[in-house]
């Protein structure tokens, strides 16, 4: 390992990023198109409940994804939500406590029992022989993570709720332009619901979609994101505000038209890191399937702190105070969340991968704010700080009092 000859700023040296680097920078198609469409937009003075723009994005999903039905919402987490509530769940469902916390959320604020289990530590998503095990007279559905954008392992999940009769959903918020099997995300499941997040890989500053090939499903979600309104004055359904807005849609076709663009940029600052990387030891490099279409959004290490001479925590706060705004997704996992810690029914779960996985993970900055020089700069930092873990350890520790 070559000597990065920079001072580390945790052990006393300047930044090696004036500005703050960070994960979840969000990515931007052409700016002109998207100001053209909002100059439209405002012209048109149509800003929302079901425009012009939320329904072209919709169609070009549904083209772009191979599936007959897209319904855009306002996020995610209301997609999730008008999803279970559509499918009359109740309970309890099973799912991954590896997620961010909205999916457990989506369930306990409908009086759904969420059932944290374990994950697949090779995959980071679902392990299906713990849903099995979880799987009792209750269960009325499973929700399957594709983390980091790689999907679950959709057969056997959808093998173990046929036997039951019970539907098995998607939360898909990471995974828009990935494919499993060689099929787009979005048409696995009962449905598939995808967050436009302004962190996500394709952006609506604030946006999700439901994803189906369930054409009553598809109805009765539209109806609930629109409060139940089937018509002027007429409203046949318990539902929400789950719309999304013009100028969303808006920012989300832009997008759209850009994502083989951001696809490049993800890839080649992926393949960077993953050159950068190697080699360090107790490191490893989260692997996307080259025989699958990866969005390679997330840039996601694992830290082995018998190989590696600094844990997960040090080498975060090292890049921290390097300017580097690296996360833990999602440490510590849901059942480490309120109101789940304090369940005694979520307290008795084995969930000890996931323990292990969430200790261990950082996840870096990707996308079009992230430059190939940063990729070397971020990797300098970890070697610079592997070579000198002994100083790094007693700092952080002597700053720990
Ligand atoms: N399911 C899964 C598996 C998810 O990951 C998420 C969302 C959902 C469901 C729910 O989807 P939505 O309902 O949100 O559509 C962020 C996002 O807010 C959240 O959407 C996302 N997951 C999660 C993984 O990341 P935080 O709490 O980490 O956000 P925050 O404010 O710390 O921002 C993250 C980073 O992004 C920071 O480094 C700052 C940067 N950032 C953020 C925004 C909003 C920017 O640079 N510019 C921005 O405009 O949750």
Request: hydrophobic residues 40%; proline residues 3%.
């Amino acid at each position: 390992m070559s000597t990065p000859s920079r001072q580390l700023a945790i052990l006393g040296g300047n930044p090696i990023f004036e500005e703050l680097l960070h994960v979840g920078r969000p990515n931007i198609g052409d700016r002109n198109d998207f100001l053209r469409r909002v100059n439209d937009m405002l012209d048109r003075r149509w800003f929302s409940n079901d425009g012009q723009f939320v329904q072209e994005f919709e169609r070009r999903i549904e083209k772009y994804l191979g599936v007959k039905h897209c319904v855009a919402v306002c996020n995610a987490t209301i997609g999730l939500a008008i999803a279970v509530r559509a499918m009359e769940l109740r309970g309890e469902v099973i799912l991954p406590s590896y997620t961010f916390v909205s999916t457990a959320h989506v369930l306990q604020w409908q009086g759904i029992q969420p059932v944290f289990v374990d994950m697949d530590p090779a995959t980071h998503n679902l392990c299906s022989t713990a849903v099995e095990a979880a799987m009792n007279a209750r269960t009325t559905a499973v929700i399957g993570v594709h983390v980091w954008g790689r999907a679950c392992d959709t057969e056997r999940l959808q093998q173990l709720a046929n036997a039951r009769g019970i539907p098995v959903l998607y939360d898909a918020a990471h995974a828009f332009g990935c494919s499993h099997q060689g099929q787009m995300v979005g048409n696995f499941g009962r449905c598939e619901v995808f967050s436009f997040h302004a962190t996500k890989f394709l952006n609506s500053f604030e946006g999700g979609a439901v994803t189906t090939n369930d054409s009553k499903l598809a109805d009765k979600l539209r109806l609930m994101r629109n409060f139940g309104f089937a018509g002027y004055d007429r409203v046949i359904e318990l539902g929400t505000n789950g719309k999304m807005t013009e100028v969303c849609a808006a920012m989300g076709i832009t997008s759209l038209e850009a994502v083989e663009e951001l696809i490049g940029v993800n890839r080649r600052n992926y393949e960077r890191y993953a050159i950068k990387l190697l080699g360090l030891p107790g490191i490893t490099l989260l692997r996307y399937s080259s025989a699958e279409q990866n969005n390679y959004h997330y840039i996601v290490v694992e830290v082995d702190p018998n190989e590696c001479p600094l844990d997960r925590d040090e080498l975060v706060a090292t890049l921290h105070a390097e300017n580097v705004l690296a996360r833990k997704y999602f440490w510590p996992g849901c059942h480490g969340m309120e109101p789940y810690r304090s369940q005694q029914s979520v307290a008795r779960q084995n969930l000890m991968h996931t323990d292990r996985v969430a200790a261990r993970v950082i996840v870096l900055p990707n996308g079009q704010s992230v430059g190939e020089s940063d990729v070397v700069k971020v990797a300098d930092i970890f070697k610079s700080a592997i070579i000198n873990a002994k100083e790094v350890r007693a700092r952080i520790q002597s700053q720990q009092g």
